[in-house]
């Protein structure tokens, strides 16, 4: 950030205006107060000098020496350095708030607003007046520039300085960020900063032949313009050490067209060969996708016409290891059920919620962050969730679960209310980390003992069920956003009924070549296993038994209840009744109708 203007010599007077300001917030203005202001002007006569003092000079002065310094830089007379501001940590929101009270009340009801606890906002609030003096500007006329600036320098001053708690300081600034957004100071919503790597990246760059790193470039940036920007991150870093590792072991070529086929075999061997970054060889799909981008690359020149460019096509079909095709990761009914019991049971409401809706919609997990609050619609009588443009850079609405319904009611009825963000899932006002996300879901699984379960298996489960009951590939493909049916055929792979149908009847004929299995004596059957064949025999059906989960609710246990031949007295009446309030209570709508219509057949029978 460009320095401010020199500013001209402090008059005495100035002390007068800092004790008036003091008196008219009743504070103490004994002797002190006016020797230590007067010792800071004897020593620093014009302020501009006081950031070019050393910095055990700035902080070697008297206490009250140092609450002028604070009143001077919240009030624009001194502009002080961020070292000092780390160093010393002078406590400006004091000042600030005595100077701008309607600023100080807007910005502490927005921090409670969004969560933050007092000490928490206080730190928030200091830290802004940190960088007013930095910016020596009202908090009203700062931009997004100036407060990206501050932020670099305190950091920059923080890692300079000994014990001055770097990533305490960053998180503070990143809460910092989140409140000025939502209390109108700046229009960016806060964003997490991965560290900044482009100084790295320039100076290899630097090391490229000018011409075939002019062609790259160019490359890049036609592509910027059309695909995802994690997209342009890999092109460049495939491209930019493919160039190092030729720049690096042949000099003599300056320029993409001086490339031929040992260069790319060179770089292939490379790659089999360098480790990854948690040790062992690169995987075969992270090798294929380097030679396919470099691939790419050469491909585009040659339909563009470049100049600069190979003249014969470098990368084959050949060259790319064979990708596996694994079936997706699902789990089974069971395990499911399991999972979604043991998330009911997690005391925090959004890890209920997003194990819920992720099971029961098959969202990926950055379409359901980036859910709005109208997300929830009414096309009818039924509502749907309208899932937002996502990785197939499309939108869709799926239908929504009773429950799951009332769960995103309870979830917006304790939203704060007058966030600037219309984002569904918010923290503190921020968009909520995908990792929290991982994380519920991990500890759901720690619970229900089912080992390690990732956020997307949980939509490979769902499109599994869908499958296996019949679910036609077309509506899969709705309900999952996929763009053709060879995206959703690898489901088919899973549930393949002709495969199955002629197993059992090879398995039928192969049973009967072996014996029957024998019988344990009568006197053999002990307590357990008598309570085991009593528990077997209360599940059995007429042609095998039902080996369904405790936690998974059975959508066919009133089937016989809606046959025409199934007859009731009065005496059931109470069992009907519990059934009808099980039905309502979990959202079956067609069920609990079914016990109505029982009830209410009972009622006219007795009238």
């Not at 708690?165 to 229009?187: I, M, R, Y």
Request: hydrophobic fraction near 40%; charge should be positive; proline fraction near 5%.
């Amino acid at each position: 950030m460009p320095r401010a203007t020199a500013l001209p010599i402090i008059r005495p007077d100035l002390v007068e205006h800092y004790l008036a300001d003091r008196a008219s917030q009743d504070m103490n203005n004994d002797h002190k107060v006016r020797w230590g202001a007067r010792a800071l002007l004897a020593a620093v006569p014009d302020l501009t000098a006081f950031d070019r003092l050393p910095l055990e000079r700035q902080l070697a002065f008297h206490h009250e020496s140092h609450r002028f310094v604070s009143w001077l830089a919240v009030t624009g007379h001194l502009q002080p350095g961020a070292d000092y501001l780390v160093a010393r940590r002078p406590r400006l929101d004091i000042v600030l708030a005595r100077t701008d009270p309607e600023l100080h009340l807007r910005f502490m009801e927005t921090a409670r607003l969004l969560g933050f606890r007092e000490p928490l906002a206080m730190t928030q609030f200091n830290l802004l007046a940190h960088l007013v003096a930095l910016a020596r500007k009202p908090a009203d006329q700062l931009r997004q520039a100036d407060w990206d600036e501050g932020r670099r320098l305190l950091l920059e001053a923080a890692r300079r300085i000994p014990n001055r708690g770097v990533k305490a300081l960053s998180t503070s600034l990143f809460n910092l960020e989140a409140t000025l957004f939502h209390c109108g100071l700046t229009d960016n919503l806060p964003r997490r900063r991965s560290p900044n790597r482009g100084n790295v990246r320039a100076r290899q760059w630097s090391t490229v032949p000018a011409t075939m790193a002019a062609t790259m470039r160019h490359y890049l940036a036609q592509i910027s313009g059309t695909l995802r920007s994690s997209t342009v991150k890999n092109a460049e870093l495939t491209l930019r050490e493919f160039a190092l590792l030729i720049t690096s072991e042949d000099p003599v070529v300056s320029c993409v067209a001086d490339l031929q086929r040992r260069h790319i075999e060179r770089y292939k061997g490379w790659l089999l060969e360098r480790p990854a970054a948690r040790g062992g060889p690169l995987h075969r799909h992270t090798v294929r996708d380097r030679l396919g981008t470099l691939r790419t690359f050469l491909r585009r020149l040659d339909e563009w016409d470049a100049d600069d460019r190979p003249a014969r096509q470098l990368v084959f079909d050949s060259d790319m290891p064979i990708a596996d095709e694994p079936l997706p990761r699902f789990l089974d009914d069971a395990a499911a059920a399991k999972l979604l019991a043991a998330a009911r049971q997690d005391p925090d409401p959004f890890a209920r919620l997003a194990i819920e809706i992720l099971a029961r919609t098959g969202m990926r997990r950055s379409e359901m962050l980036g859910l709005t609050i109208d997300a929830v619609v009414q096309i009818g009588s039924a509502y749907w969730l309208r899932v937002p443009v996502g990785k197939m850079h499309t939108d869709r609405y799926v239908p929504l679960h009773p429950q799951l319904k009332a769960l995103l009611d309870d979830w917006l009825q304790h939203r704060p209310e007058g966030l600037r963000s219309n984002l569904l899932f918010t923290d503190h006002g921020r968009p909520v980390n995908a990792s929290r996300i991982e994380t519920a879901v991990r500890n759901a699984a720690d619970r229900a003992g089912l080992g390690r379960v990732t956020p997307h298996q949980l939509r490979h489960t769902l499109a599994t069920q869908a499958i296996n009951r019949g679910m036609s590939l077309e509506a899969i493909a709705a309900l999952l956003g996929h763009r053709s049916l060879s995206m959703t055929r690898v489901y088919a792979r899973i549930a393949d009924r002709t495969v199955a149908d002629e197993y059992f009847a090879v398995t039928e004929k192969v049973e009967a070549l072996y014996d029957a299995p024998r019988r344990l004596p009568a006197d053999a059957e002990g307590s357990e296993m008598a309570k085991l064949r009593r528990e077997m025999h209360r599940r059995m059906l007429g042609n095998g038994y039902c080996a369904r989960p405790v936690e998974m609710d059975c959508h066919f246990e009133s089937i016989c209840e809606s046959c025409t031949f199934f007859v009731t007295t009065i005496e059931f009446r109470p069992t009907l009744e519990r059934q009808r309030d099980d039905a309502a209570a979990k959202g079956q709508v067609a069920r609990e109708q079914i016990f109505n219509g029982l009830l209410n057949r009972l009622d006219g029978q007795a009238s």
